[in-house]
């Protein structure tokens, strides 16, 4: 078997899982599915589920991760907080095209680990994206790491209220809202005084 045609093999797989793992989200809590019911739904065998992923917690990570990692994919860290505030801006369009999908799954108190995932991924990509941002280079790695941790639990918990039946606030809105907030932890460089600055008097 040539390699394109592995490629496409490994591609189906990927893409009957995926689609099994979303219509089972719509049917019932992430803790009560199983490696077996995703198999049934996508017509694979279980030996092939596993050739591929490790559990059902592998299965969703992978699928947030290729959504994250080509949204960012080239996104230029630079001062300009536009393609950062498109980026959330995307974020917010995913979910909102998959609505009743996620907020069943966010809004039910029994999909804990699902979330623990979606928030995990979410710290994952703002501490790559931040780490290497030049408005963030008064911090530490490590306080970068923490602030982000923030960041990624307080998206979480925005899609989740913004998922919720009749909130009304728009992609746009919510994704500045958040940006903004964001953009507020970048520390503001304080000019020094100059010599020539004459010493306040007391």
């Known amino acids: 078997m040539d390699r394109r ?4 093999r ?15 989200l719509q049917e019932k809590p992430f803790d009560e599915i199983r490696v077996k019911d995703l198999c049934q739904r996508a017509m694979v065998h279980r030996s092939t589920f596993y050739a591929h992923f490790e559990d059902k917690r592998h299965l969703l990570t992978f699928r947030m991760q290729a ?20 980026a959330i801006e995307k974020v917010f369009q ?13 809004l039910d108190p029994r999909n804990a680990e699902a979330k623990e995932i979606f ?13 290497h941002h030049p408005a963030f280079t008064a911090y530490t790695r ?8 923030f960041f990624a639990g307080g998206l979480l918990s925005l899609i ?24 507020l932890h970048a520390p503001i460089p304080v000019p020094e005084a100059s010599q020539d600055t004459p010493a306040p008097q007391t």
């Open 5 to 8: 045609t592995e490629d496409l």
């Open 10 to 24: 490994v591609l189906r797989t990927h893409t009957l899982l995926l689609r099994a793992l979303s219509d089972l």
């Open 67 to 86: 959504f994250l990692d080509d949204l960012t994919d080239g996104m230029p860290c630079s001062d300009n907080p536009a393609p950062f505030r498109q």
């Open 94 to 106: 995913y979910f909102l095209a998959r609505r009743q999908e996620y907020a069943r799954l966010f």
């Open 119 to 131: 928030r995990e991924e979410f710290a994952r990509v703002l501490t790559e994206q931040t780490l």
């Open 142 to 149: 490590e306080e970068i790491v923490v602030l982000c941790q």
């Open 160 to 183: 989740t209220w913004w998922l919720k039946p009749g909130t009304q606030r728009s992609v746009e809105e919510v994704a500045e809202a958040f940006c903004n907030v964001y953009i």
